[in-house]
Structures are given as structure tokens and as C-alpha cells.
């Protein structure tokens, strides 16, 4: 079982940015794929960021790209994403997801996620 834990998100004026942060449980944390996602009200869930269990090979949705970063820290089992030039339209529930399954890939689907935190509200006003 992993469980994941997000913090870090807020309220912020429209061009602020956040840094999101997504600690795991396991000992294996090393091999897990990671992803973030987001839903905003009256929407699907949508797919952010993602990096290989190495730390190597990150992907990003066209919509955050060059303004968000996606990183992990192994020694701490965290992930992180720098949210910078922030728009309203990035406000939403921000959801960590892990893979455990030892994939190398960058995972960009939802369903292939095994486990899920609880999420994060950002909200940026104008």
C-alpha cells in the first residue's frame, strides 16, 4: 500500500506562484512512476505533469508547459511541482498519483495510476 499526501496549495493572485508537495510512504519509493493531476468544478480530471521513476524524463501538459516543473527528491519520497506564472484558469483540486508497478515511462493516463492522494486546492484569483 502507498499512500500519498499533498500540501502546499492556496490562494494566489493571478502571475504568484506555488510549490506543490507530494510525500509517499514505501521503501520502494525509487520505483515509482509519478504524475500530477487536476480537476476543476464541473470538469474531468486532467492531466498536469509527469516523471519517470528516475527522475530523468518529465512531460508535461501543452497548458502548464514552461510554466510548471515537476521534480522529485528520493531521499525525502517527494515530489514536487513549481508553479509559476499562474492563471485563473489553472485553479483547481492538484492530485499526486504513483505507479509502483516499476514502469521506466513517463505516465500521462489516469488509469494507469495505482494510487491516489487526497488533493490540494489552488486558487488563483485575478
Known amino acids: 500500500q502507498v499512500q500519498l499526501v499533498e500540501s502546499g496549495g492556496g490562494l494566489v493572485q493571478a502571475g504568484g506562484s506555488l510549490r506543490l508537495s507530494c510525500a509517499a510512504s514505501g521503501r520502494t519509493f525509487s520505483t515509482y512512476a509519478m504524475g500530477w493531476f487536476r480537476q476543476a468544478p464541473g470538469k474531468e480530471r486532467e492531466f498536469v505533469a509527469a516523471?519517470?521513476?528516475?527522475?530523468?524524463?518529465?512531460y508535461y501538459a501543452d497548458s502548464v508547459k514552461g510554466r510548471f516543473t515537476i521534480s522529485r527528491d528520493s531521499a525525502k519520497n517527494t515530489i514536487f511541482l513549481q508553479m509559476n506564472s499562474l492563471k485563473l484558469e489553472d485553479t483547481a483540486v492538484y492530485y499526486c498519483?504513483?505507479?509502483?508497478?516499476?514502469?521506466?515511462?513517463?505516465?500521462?493516463?489516469?488509469?494507469?495510476?495505482?494510487?491516489w492522494g487526497q488533493g490540494t486546492q489552488v486558487t488563483v484569483s485575478s
Open positions: 498519483a504513483a505507479d509502483p508497478k516499476r514502469s521506466p515511462l513517463v505516465l500521462v493516463r489516469a488509469t494507469l495510476y495505482d494510487y
Open positions: 516523471i519517470s521513476r528516475s527522475g530523468g524524463d518529465t
